[in-house]
T-cell receptor, first 115, second 112 residues
Framework: SAVISQKPSRDICQRGTSLTIQCQVD?????MFWYRQQPGQSLTLIAT?????????ESGFVIDKFPISRPNLTFSTLTVSNMSPEDSSIYLC????????????FGPGTRLTVT | QKEVEQDPGPLSVPEGAIVSLNCTYSNSAFQYFMWYRQYSRKGPELLMYTYSSGNKEDGRFTAQVDKSSKYISLFIRDSQPSDSATYLC????????????WGAGTKLIIKP
């Protein structure tokens, strides 16, 4: 399985600012996913990021709020823009679709607190 | 009705007990079934991955899929305090663009 790292691991930000979260994989992967997880809750998919194409966003998430880059097969970023306290959450990236397999492997997450 | 139902618990059992965790689902197109373990302040870790119906065993863990009943289970034998975590089921259908549908997660507590 791929080894996935995320930066930063945690941050405390002021409302109205933006934070960019980086996701690095140790091997080339087809698909990368960005999730949000509220404390004690399950995972909510924000978007799917494929290299060379625009990210596909799920209902309730828009590109202006959560712009995503996928410049190559090992790296992606998620930006949380114009943050409010409601954006306080854990943000997770995962990789999947390798070898036409459906399992996903996750990074350690970024814990974001907006004050 | 959610596509995947999972009792959030918490489920508390004594050390050494057999644990049964379950999910039900409504979409008969689901063919790929996964169980993840998530420790507090960590990312989910893939435990078991099964395709279609049947059983799969890995050490103390057994995953079962019953597609006729739309029901999947994860059994943990000889449970240990280190098994205390949240367990999430996830599933996917062919042609779903590899997206997973998640259960709510069950918080499991193993008492020493």
């Amino acid at each position: 399985s791929a080894v996935i790292s995320q930066k930063p691991s945690r941050d405390i930000c002021q409302r109205g600012t933006s934070l960019t979260i980086q996701c690095q994989v140790d091997s080339q992967v087809t698909m990368m996913f960005w999730y949000r997880q509220q404390p004690g809750q399950s995972l909510t998919l924000i978007a799917t990021a494929n290299q060379g194409s625009e990210a596909t966003y799920e209902s309730g998430f828009v590109i202006d709020k959560f712009p995503i880059s996928r410049p190559n097969l090992t790296f992606s970023t998620l930006t949380v823009s114009n943050m409010s306290p409601e954006d306080s959450s854990i943000y997770l990236c995962s990789v999947g679709g390798t070898g036409f397999s459906y399992e996903q492997y996750f990074g350690p997450g970024t814990r974001l607190t907006v004050t | 009705q959610k596509e995947v139902e999972q009792d959030p618990g918490p489920l508390s059992v004594p050390e050494g007990a057999i644990v049964s965790l379950n999910c039900t689902y409504s979409n008969s197109a689901f063919q790929y079934f996964m169980w993840y373990r998530q420790y507090s302040r960590k990312g989910p870790e893939l435990l078991m991955y099964t395709y279609s119906s049947g059983n799969k065993e890995d050490g103390r863990f057994t995953a079962q899929v019953d597609k006729s009943s739309k029901y999947i289970s994860l059994f943990i034998r000889d449970s240990q305090p280190s098994d205390s975590a949240t367990y999430l089921c996830a599933m996917s259908a062919l042609d779903s663009n590899y997206q997973l549908i998640w259960g709510a997660g069950t918080k499991l507590i193993i008492k020493p």
